[in-house]
Antibody, heavy 117, light 110 residues
Framework: QVQLQESGPGLVKPSQTLSLTCTVSGGSISSGSYYWSWIRQPAGKGLEWIGR???????NYSPSLKSRVTISVDTSKNQFSLKLNSVTAADTAVYYCAFGLTTLHYWGQGTLVTVSS | QSALTQPASVSGSAGQSITISCTGT?????????VSWYQQHPGKAPKLMIY???KRPSGVSNRFSGSKSGNTASLTISGLQAEDEADYYC??????????FGGGTKLTVL
């Protein structure tokens, strides 16, 4: 069964770029036709979809974050990544990676990112 | 895009059935059969319970069922059990090729 694991800095300064990586194990990120997504959840609040990348490299982003987000894939490392620039305290959240085709079938355990000086 | 609308909370006694609604628009819930439901226990990652409106992933109890009518999708949990107490989120594909979540519903099992 495919498993996902998020990694990256737990603390980012305001105005800087948040960078996270999702490592895929138990399967190849380039096999099959799936969407690889990022989702976040501020403490005590609901889920927010950030964006996704298709196996072919096509991306879709949330309209509210589109100007600051980049999602990319590195098939050689079996990873996909999230970059969110110009962060503020409002970007503090648990960030999840997930994948599926018509749904978010499998999720990573999540990683907390705090934006603070 | 606006978040889908869910009730903030629902409750039911053990053994009873409850239904959680998820209201969107013709550009999301009403326009596609790509509605999913996720269960989230405190401190845990969300778990897929229903996808494509009414399909259950392998391993999910048949006490969980999904349906849709117009712009509103619903999750029904029958035979409520203590372990069903959690937050539930709906999501839908949209006409902008994005996903949108509902605000979440806290289920309390009395």
């Amino acid at each position: 069964q495919v498993q996902l694991q998020e990694s990256g800095p737990g603390l980012v300064k305001p105005s800087q770029t948040l960078s996270l990586t999702c490592t895929v194990s138990g399967g190849s990120i380039s096999s099959g036709s799936y969407y690889w997504s990022w989702i976040r959840q501020p403490a005590g609040k609901g889920l927010e979809w950030i964006g996704r990348i298709y196996t072919s490299g096509t991306t879709n982003y949330s309209p509210s974050l589109k100007s600051r987000v980049t999602i990319s894939v590195d098939t050689s490392k079996n990873q996909f990544s999230l970059k969110l620039n110009s962060v503020t305290a409002a970007d503090t959240a648990v960030y999840y990676c997930a994948f599926g085709l018509t749904t978010l079938h499998y999720w990573g355990q999540g990683t907390l990112v705090t934006v603070s000086s | 895009q606006s978040a889908l609308t869910q009730p903030a909370s629902v409750s039911g006694s053990a053994g009873q059935s409850i239904t959680i609604s998820c209201t969107g628009t013709s550009s999301d819930v009403g326009g596609f059969n790509y509605v999913s439901w996720y269960q989230q226990h405190p401190g845990k990652a969300p778990k897929l319970m229903i996808y494509d409106v009414s399909k259950r992933p392998s391993g999910v109890s048949n006490r969980f069922s999904g349906s849709k009518s117009g712009n509103t999708a619903s999750l029904t949990i029958s035979g409520l059990q203590a372990e069903d107490e959690a937050d539930y989120y709906c999501s839908s594909y949209t006409s902008s090729s994005t996903w949108v979540f509902g605000g979440g519903t806290k289920l309390t099992v009395l």
